[in-house]
Nanobody
Framework: QVQLVESGGGLVQPGGSLRLSCAASGTFFSIIDMGWYRQAPGKQRELVATITNGGNTVYGDSVKGRFTISRDGAKNTVYLQMNILQPEDTAVYYC???????????????WGQGTPVTVSS
């Protein structure tokens, strides 16, 4: 059983910063990649950032230069440092991971439960 548990969301003023964390727990062979997606009310879920176990990163256009994704392999944890937050960043942020599981011997995709981020004055 694999679980992703997010933390760090909340309310922040425009221009402020937040740091999200997502930890993977359970028994598995390895984590292939991890990332963050977000979904604002009435909108489709969109890519925020992803990072592979080799450290390669991809960012959504709207967050480039403001957000930084990083990963601690020893802790099976991915972080999202969000700076210069704007009201349009308001959304539920979901952690995502591609994990090579023992049970299936395949890479399975897992999602966290989501953590809300609200940017408002």
């Amino acid at each position: 059983q694999v679980q992703l548990v997010e933390s760090g969301g909340g309310l922040v003023q425009p221009g402020g910063s937040l740091r999200l964390s997502c930890a993977a727990s359970g028994t598995f062979f390895s984590i292939i990649d991890m990332g963050w997606y977000r979904q604002a009310p009435g909108k489709q879920r969109e890519l925020v950032a992803t990072i592979t176990n080799g450290g390669n990163t991809v960012y959504g256009d709207s967050v480039k230069g403001r957000f930084t994704i990083s990963r601690d392999g020893a802790k099976n944890t991915v972080y999202l440092q969000m700076n210069i937050l704007q009201p349009e960043d308001t959304a539920v942020y979901y952690c995502n991971a591609g994990i090579l599981t023992i049970a299936t011997k395949k890479t399975m995709i897992y999602w966290g439960q989501g953590t809300p981020v609200t940017v408002s004055s």
